[in-house]
T-cell receptor, first 112, second 115 residues
Framework: GDSVTQMEGPVTLSEEAFLTINCTYT??????LFWYVQYPGEGLQLLLK?????DKGSNKGFEATYRKETTSFHLEKGSVQVSDSAVYFC???????????FGQGTRLTINP | GAGVSQSPSNKVTEKGKDVELRCDPI?????LYWYRQSLGQGLEFLIY????????KSGLPSDRFSAERTGGSVSTLTIQRTQQEDSAVYLC?????????????FGPGTRLTVL
């Protein structure tokens, strides 16, 4: 079945550091890929998405590129802020299916 | 406009009791989803509704779990004879179904604790 594997956490960085959270997937079809974020005390919200190979999703300084050849969708940000501290989930929805399949989540803490 | 709302926000129950969790999706969203977030299992899909029908129930963990949706809007997830392993945060989400990559909007969740 479909699955998503994320970089193990927790991840702790200093403010202005470069961030990468790795995400790889297994899917039978051609999935859409997502990063969702859960800030402390808040609900899950969409951060960015890509629906086909080579698409780049971006939002709030975060980027991720859909790489079909490596089945990856790594999340990157050039300079993180304390306000980026949250749990990040990589997810996919497979062609023809509406449900989201999530990775295990990566807790990110940014220290000032 | 209003987001997805869920009630109750917290529910503590005794093992063996039945519980009902409610979800009010965003008005006009035809698709509704239930997920479960627990420490051991992460975020798991439970069931998907399109209108009032449930074309995908594949994530329901046992026949103690059921869900319905009425009027294409409110949904209720029912857990019968609760067990301690049912303790988790139950999340509801809704979306328009327009094509690939539809964004799902999540509610704040119901934290269920089974003693």
């Amino acid at each position: 079945g479909d699955s998503v594997t994320q970089m193990e956490g927790p991840v702790t960085l200093s403010e202005e550091a470069f961030l990468t959270i790795n995400c790889t997937y297994t899917a039978t079809g051609y999935p859409s890929l997502f990063w969702y974020v859960q800030y402390p005390g808040e609900g899950l919200q969409l951060l960015l998405k890509a629906t086909k190979a080579d698409d780049k999703g971006s939002n709030k300084g975060f980027e991720a590129t859909y790489r079909k050849e490596t089945t990856s969708f790594h999340l990157e940000k050039g300079s993180v802020q304390v306000s980026d501290s949250a749990v990040y989930f990589c997810a996919l929805s497979d062609q023809g299916a509406q449900k989201l399949v999530f990775g295990q989540g990566t807790r990110l803490t940014i220290n000032p | 406009g209003a987001g997805v709302s869920q009630s109750p926000s917290n529910k503590v129950t005794e093992k063996g009791k039945d519980v009902e969790l409610r979800c009010d999706p965003i008005s006009g969203h035809t698709a509704l989803y239930w997920y479960r977030q627990s420490l051991g299992q992460g975020l798991e899909f439970l069931i998907y509704f399109q209108g009032n029908s449930a074309p995908d129930k594949s994530g329901l963990p046992s026949d103690r779990f059921s869900a319905e949706r009425t009027g294409g809007s409110v949904s209720t997830l029912t857990i019968q004879r609760t067990q301690q392993e049912d303790s988790a945060v139950y999340l509801c989400a809704s979306s328009l179904v327009l094509g690939r990559g539809d964004e799902q909007f999540f509610g704040p969740g119901t934290r269920l604790t089974v003693l």
